[in-house]
């Protein structure tokens, strides 16, 4: 089966402060990892995503992510957060290996930015 | 751009009534989702679609059905609708055979259940 905790409801961070918004995933196989946003009132917007290759990965907005195989981690993180990054953020996974065809999701954490 | 739109935004219905909710895409993709997000339990996967007429069980596939007779469009149908169907419905899209394709979100529909 496969699985993905983030383990924190809520992250306060000031703006101007470097982000982590944690994540991980229990697969059997090999992973594909996704993170989403969603801004309020809105739906989920795709941000960036794991497949293959380089362990770090950058996406829209000025995120980025860093997958960690021993760790099975996959944090989101970003330099400088902005007040318009205040949003919640879902990370997903695939299980390479299965016949499961859909992404499992996380629990979301909210990122609260202040100014 | 990707489009995913759905029918309602806002939808209030009595119990025991039957309930459709509409999704269509506009980008000729294959896959179709439809999940329910609750607070504090993220997105759960209600049932997805590979192709017209094919269908997957999701993780909490009771209580609902679904139907799938054209490409572009993706019916969610609540036969008896419940107090406990009351959530946030949201329809995605991805592109091929893969899920490694990023999914694409409509803009959801929040249910009310009296």
């Known amino acids: 089966a496969q699985s993905v905790a983030q383990p924190e409801d809520q992250v306060n961070v000031a703006e101007g402060n470097p982000l982590t918004v944690k994540c991980t995933y229990s697969v059997s196989g090999n992973p594909y990892l996704f993170w989403y946003v969603q801004y309020p009132n809105r739906g989920l917007q795709f941000l960036l995503k794991?497949?293959?290759?380089?362990?770090l990965v950058k996406g829209s907005y000025g995120f980025e992510a860093e997958f960690n195989k021993s760790q099975t981690s996959f944090h989101l993180k970003k330099p400088s957060a902005l007040v318009s990054d205040s949003a919640l953020y879902f990370c997903a996974v695939r299980d390479m290996n299965t016949g499961r065809r859909a992404l499992t999701f996380g629990s979301g954490t909210r990122l609260q930015v202040q100014p | 751009d990707v489009k995913v739109t759905q029918s309602s935004r806002y939808l209030v219905k009595r119990t025991g009534e039957k309930v459709f909710l509409e999704c269509v895409q506009d980008m000729d993709h294959e896959n179709m989702f439809w999940y329910r997000q609750d607070p504090g339990l993220g997105l759960r996967l209600i049932y997805f679609?590979?192709?017209?007429?094919?269908?997957e069980k999701g993780d909490i596939p009771e209580g609902y059905s679904v139907s799938r007779e054209k490409k572009e469009r993706f019916s969610l149908i609540l036969e008896s609708a419940s107090t406990n169907q009351t959530s946030m419905y949201l329809c995605?899209?991805?592109?091929?055979?893969?899920?490694?394709?990023?999914?694409?979100f409509g803009p959801g529909t929040r249910l009310t259940v009296l």
């Open positions: 794991y497949i293959t290759g380089d362990n």
């Open positions: 995605a899209s991805s592109l091929g055979t893969g899920t490694y394709n990023e999914q694409f």
């Open positions: 679609s590979y192709d017209v007429k094919m269908k």
